[in-house]
């Protein structure tokens, strides 16, 4: 196996964030390593802005798959890293640029030493939105090379390094994103009886939606519905004709999630009778749970516990949002946390993980696989 530094690309495509369906550098420097290798033992489908890469068994029964997100965030780094960002308001704050350099490396091991099986290593773009685990499943290229079995891994800051963290069944919750637009009338701050106005409607709305959860949803279940971010009105003089408020919703059940929409569709029509005012509601990108197949994550944790590999730690189930979740609906596999030592977290400015992360996933995987 040729001698690479799996940090070094780390490093380099932590250089190069870009967002969902815009990753044209990030496919363009996963192609041209891609293509280093040795033709003959791989074949590769571009997809959109993702990949399908192929690595031909000795004697295939069957394909394993292992699925790694490539996208950014549209965040302003402040790391003080020596190789930051170069693209203003992105950043890899969520650990995609570790999950490509431990997919390659994984990759590279593989076409330097061929397993009976074929693999299957797809780079996703959109994790972080509007979501492309679901369209890239759909594919004519993934239904032409579909595997019997994905893995993947996302990282953890609060874990050590050294040490994963899954668990059997439920892993991360199902979510939505939230948009509202409030739709009134304008006018003079002096003549309020004249207007609409959405920041009353909007405030009143965000106030009672705190109920939905604490009375609506079995109290042995969860959910979260949260607003991050409220616009509205222009000047301190003038009532605000439009408010738009944008969140989440999070819940580990899909009837919650339905239960949840069906209440906030409710208080919204109740809202608009009482301040007079329209409102448009979007749910956005909409992730399916996390739901690890039992029999292949107790596979693992039992050759871990043989191996001696990792300090392997059974967790609870996270709020967590991602869109992995609809190719383990498809398909039996997994994903796992893996622990990078970082004093701050996902979607922080100041995320750090520890780069000896990236050999001890390369480790671990490509001697699981291998035994497979």
Known sequence: MSQVDFKIIRRDLHQIPELGFQ???TQKYLLDYISSLPGDRYEIKQWKTGLFVKVHGTEPARTIGYRADIDGLPITEQTGLPFPSRHEGRMHACGHDFHMAIGLGILTHFVHHPIKDDLLFI????????????????????????????????????????????????????????????????????????????????????????????????????????????????????????????????????????????????????????YDCSIEVDYGSMYHQVYNDPANTQAFLDYIDDSGKTNAIICREAMTGEDFGYMLKEIPGFMFWLGVSSPYGLHHS???????????????????????
């Open 23 to 25: 990753e044209f550098k």
């Open 123 to 274: 780079f996703q773009p959109a994790e972080e939105g509007p979501g492309g685990a679901e369209p890239m499943l759909r594919s004519a290229e993934m239904k032409e090379w579909m595997p019997d079995v994905v893995f993947a891994l996302h990282i953890a800051p609060e874990y050590e390094v050294g040490s994963i963290a899954l668990k059997p069944g439920l892993l991360f919750a199902n979510t939505s994103e939230l948009f509202l637009t409030f739709n009134g009338k304008g006018g003079h701050a002096a003549y309020p009886h004249q207007t609409k106005d959405m920041i009353v409607a909007a405030s009143a709305f965000v106030t009672q939606m705190q109920g939905i959860v604490s009375r609506n949803v079995d109290p042995l279940d969860s959910a979260v519905i949260t607003i991050g971010k409220m616009e509205a009105g222009t000047v301190q003089n003038i009532i605000a004709e439009n408010a738009r408020l944008e969140g989440t919703i999070r819940t580990l059940s899909e009837a919650s999630m339905v239960k949840v929409k069906e209440k906030l569709e409710a208080l919204i029509k109740g809202i608009e009778t009482t």
């Open 350 to 372: 100041k995320l750090d993980p520890d780069e000896k992360a990236i050999d001890h996933a390369i480790d671990l995987m490509t001697s699981y696989i291998g035994q497979l």
